[in-house]
Structures are given as structure tokens and as C-alpha cells.
Nanobody, 117 residues
Framework: QVQLVESGGGLVQAGESLRISCASS????????TEWYRQAPGKQRELVAG???????NYADSVKGRFTISRVNAKSTVYLQMNSLKPEDTAVYYC???????????WGKGTQVTVSS
């Protein structure tokens, strides 16, 4: 069983940076893909960034060039570095991973990111 726990959210001003973390209790190596999603009030959850176990990445067009997803295997943690934040980045950010063997998808409970103008 894998548990994902997000942390690092908070309130920042537009243009500032924030790094959020996703710690995996079952070991990050068990996840074939680790992704960050976000959900703003009244909107559907959307994929922000993804990282495969081989290091491949993908980003939503809205965050390309501003956000970076990375992983530290020794800490079983995936990060999302968010630069040049905009008010429209305000959302609850969720970490999600897909088990490499069972293909089961796991979700964290989310961390709130609020960007003021």
C-alpha cells in the first residue's frame, strides 16, 4: 500500500515562488508515474505535471516554463517547484501515483496553494 502526503502549500503573492512536496510512504520506486493535479473552486481537476520512473516529464501548457517536477528517490519524495505564480494558479494541489505492478492509482489529500494579486 502506498500513501501520498502533500505539504508545502500556502499563501504567496503573484510573481513569487513556492515548492510543494509529495512524500510516498511505500517508496517512490513503486510508482511508475507520479503526477501533480490541481483543482480550483468550481473547476474540474486538471493535470499539471507528470514524471515517469525513467525521468520523462510532461506539463500542462499553462505552467510550462514556470513549474518543474522532480524527484529525490532517497527521500521517496516528488516536488513541484512553482515559479512566477499567478492568481489563476490558486487551487488545491494533489499528488497522484500509479503503482508499477498493480497499476492502482493513489491520491494524496491535497495541499492548498493561494496566489494573491
Amino acid at each position: 500500500q502506498v500513501q501520498l502526503v502533500e505539504s508545502g502549500g500556502g499563501l504567496v503573492q503573484a510573481g513569487e515562488s513556492l515548492r510543494i512536496s509529495c512524500a510516498s510512504s511505500g517508496g517512490i520506486y513503486r510508482l511508475n508515474v507520479t503526477e501533480w493535479y490541481r483543482q480550483a473552486p468550481g473547476k474540474q481537476r486538471e493535470l499539471v505535471a507528470g514524471l515517469t520512473r525513467f525521468g520523462g516529464t510532461n506539463y500542462a501548457d499553462s505552467v510550462k516554463g514556470r513549474f518543474t517536477i522532480s524527484r529525490v528517490n532517497a527521500k521517496s519524495t516528488v516536488y513541484l517547484q512553482m515559479n512566477s505564480l499567478k492568481p489563476e494558479d490558486t487551487a488545491v494541489y494533489y499528488c497522484s501515483g500509479i503503482d508499477v505492478i498493480s497499476t492502482q492509482r493513489y491520491w494524496g489529500k491535497g495541499t492548498q496553494v493561494t496566489v494573491s494579486s
